[in-house]
């Protein structure tokens, strides 16, 4: 008897149908290109980056500062540390900052800076400063008015000062004698009691230190005024001037008898000046010889010198002229007990 098979689905067979229609509609369900959008996760290191390094003062003089700033970036923000070096000069760093002092010597120097992650990547960067030398200020004058004082006078001190740098100077005053008041290029000085030369210096400074100094002297002179010591008289024709017993000077009238007249004064070093006049007759030249021409008649003539100094004190003299007439000669004839034929004069 033959068995008979039958048809139909077993409890196994239906689960593996249904585990099989699960993966299709998976499949189905995912885009055909799903696969495609996924990009790998990049593991390379990433190094920071300086996107700036600045100096405040890319050109400075030799004891000048100079800020450098550096600003730098990292793609995974990482923390970043700055480490500054510099061959020359003297560094303070301030993490992404620093402040360099130039060196005591002109030249081109270079500040680098290096910034490092915490994962060892690093970048540097150099910037390039000039450094000059600075040039001291210019003194182009120094003066004083006056230079001749007596004591207690005011002398005014100018000084005329510029720098070749621009820099904003300043002036110091000293005096080895007396008082210096004010300040700045223009100050007042008072004479001390003691006659003398005394020295004024000032010391032109600029903002950084470089300075230059000069002097100008002052003269002291004693209070004391001027001193006539002496009027002397030159005769063109001396056998017609003589000195009188009473005092002064004979002198024969007229043109032909002129006679320098010349003052012999003192004053301490004091330039002086000279005023002359006469009652009678007529002076010529200035200073201290003039030339007197003595009138044409009979008389007295006063002749006058005012000396005075720089400050106004004077010293006065004068010398009397007695003008006389040359007598005529006698036409009386009278002999000598020695056969010389004398003219009596009348």
């Avoid at 048809?7 to 290109?33: N, T, Y």
């Avoid at 004024?200 to 470089?210: F, K, P």
């Avoid at 301490?268 to 021409?293: D, H, N, Q």
Wanted: proline share 7%; net charge negative; with cysteine.
């Amino acid at each position: 008897m033959g068995t008979t098979r039958q048809f139909g689905s077993s409890p196994g067979d239906v689960a593996g149908i249904l585990f099989g229609i699960a993966i299709l509609g998976v499949l189905l369900a995912v885009p055909a290109d799903a696969t495609q959008s996924i990009e790998p996760v990049d593991t390379e290191p990433v190094d920071p980056v300086i996107e700036t390094l600045v100096a405040s003062r890319d050109t400075l003089f030799v004891s000048q500062s100079s800020e450098l700033v550096c600003i730098a970036s990292h793609d995974h923000n990482a923390s970043l540390t700055y480490t500054w070096s510099s061959a020359y000069g003297r560094l303070i760093p301030m993490k992404h900052k620093a402040l360099w002092q130039a060196p005591a010597n002109p030249g081109t120097y270079a500040v680098k800076v290096e910034v490092e992650d915490s994962d060892g990547g690093s970048a540097s960067a150099v910037t390039i400063v000039q450094v000059r030398d600075n040039a001291p200020p210019a003194i182009t004058s120094l003066s004083a008015d006056p230079a001749v004082l007596l004591p207690g006078q005011i002398s005014t001190l100018r000084c005329e000062a510029s720098d070749p740098d621009g820099h904003t100077i300043s002036y110091e005053w000293q005096c080895s004698a007396g008082v210096i008041s004010g300040l700045g290029p223009m100050v007042t000085l008072t004479a001390p009691e003691e006659p003398g030369t005394l020295s004024a210096t000032v010391r032109v400074t600029d903002e950084l230190g470089a300075s230059r100094t000069r002097t100008v002297t002052v003269d002291v002179l004693p209070a004391d005024p001027p001193i006539i010591e002496d009027l002397l008289v030159w005769p063109l024709l001396p056998d017609y001037t003589k000195e009188d017993f009473r005092g002064g000077y004979r002198l024969l009238r007229g043109s032909l008898t002129q006679c320098e007249i010349e003052c012999v004064a003192y004053a301490a070093g004091r330039e002086l000046t000279y005023e002359w006049s006469c009652t009678e007759g007529t002076i010529e030249g200035a200073g201290p010889m003039v030339l007197f021409t003595p009138p044409n008649a009979t008389t007295e003539v006063y002749v006058k010198v005012t000396v005075s100094d720089v400050f106004g004190q004077a010293a006065e003299e004068e010398l009397l002229f007695r003008i006389f007439q040359r007598e005529e000669y006698s036409r009386e004839i009278e002999r000598s007990s020695g056969g010389c034929v004398v003219c009596l004069r009348r």
